[in-house]
């Protein structure tokens, strides 16, 4: 079971805009709509974007998505010190028995 | 609000079993696929097992398979995880996960509904 790729870290100043990477293969992030989800520490994760690019209720639009091909990102607008958090982007593999992968994790980091 | 509670966790020993429960409340648990994910400490999330609504079919990952059993009562609306043969790399927050349906635009939520997490320790 392998995991879709991420950089271990991001960081900005208040009110900037930070981008995070997500970087998969054919037969998962290819085929297979993404989410993105933020985990504050010591606490669930939470649902931020699902697929590919829709906000539930309640989450703000300074949080974005987007995927193209076997790649997909997440951006931050307007960055805040609540924003600091780990993100994982996540999806299906039609390639495995097991279905469903996730991200190694990124950490923001608010400077 | 749309809600998930584990529970189960606790301290055990290697080669150990361990049943978590995850209770559902305010939505129609019987229409949902139900999820294991879980979180060892430190690292980032792995996907464990998934049910389906009618508790017919279900699957895990290899790390898990043999070991671990899913399972579901829909009346009683709350999902089971049966864990033998603990090793100690199962040690790990354990979360219990809804896969939701499709939006209004018929985009699919995927994993949306998550509990506060349950910690195994071996």
């Known amino acids: 079971q392998s995991a879709l790729t991420q950089p271990p870290s991001a960081s900005g100043t208040p009110g900037q805009r930070v981008t995070i990477s997500c970087s998969g293969g054919?037969?998962?992030?290819?085929?297979?709509?993404v989410n993105w989800f933020r985990q504050l520490p010591g606490t669930a994760p939470k649902l931020l974007i699902y697929?590919?690019?829709q906000r539930p209720s309640g989450v703000p639009d300074r949080f974005s998505a987007s995927k193209s091909a076997t790649s997909a990102s997440l951006a931050i607008s307007g960055l805040q010190s609540e924003d600091e958090a780990d993100y994982y982007c996540?999806?299906?593999?039609?390639?495995?028995?097991?279905?469903?992968?996730f991200g190694t994790g990124t950490t923001v980091t608010v400077l | 609000e749309e809600q998930l509670v584990e529970s189960g966790g606790k301290l055990v020993q290697p080669g150990g079993s361990l049943r978590l429960s995850c209770a559902a409340s305010?939505?129609?648990?019987?229409?949902?696929?139900m999820h294991w994910v879980r979180q060892a400490p430190g690292t980032g999330l792995v996907w464990v097992s998934r049910?389906?609504?009618?508790?017919?079919?279900?699957t895990y990952a290899d790390s898990v398979r043999g070991r671990f059993t899913v399972s579901r009562d829909n009346a009683k609306k709350t999902s089971s995880l049966q864990m033998t043969n603990l090793r100690l790399d199962d040690t790990a927050v354990y979360f219990c996960?809804?896969?939701?349906?499709?939006?209004?635009?018929?985009?699919?939520?995927?994993?949306?509904?998550w509990g506060q997490g349950t910690t195994v320790t071996v």
């Open positions: 996960v809804r896969e939701g349906g499709y939006d209004s635009n018929y985009k699919f939520y995927g994993m949306d509904v």
């Open positions: 305010e939505f129609t648990f019987s229409s949902y696929w």
């Open positions: 049910i389906s609504p009618d508790g017919g079919a279900a």
């Open positions: 054919s037969s998962d992030i290819g085929k297979n709509p």
């Open positions: 697929s590919n690019d």
């Open positions: 996540s999806t299906w593999d039609d390639s495995l028995n097991a279905p469903y992968v």
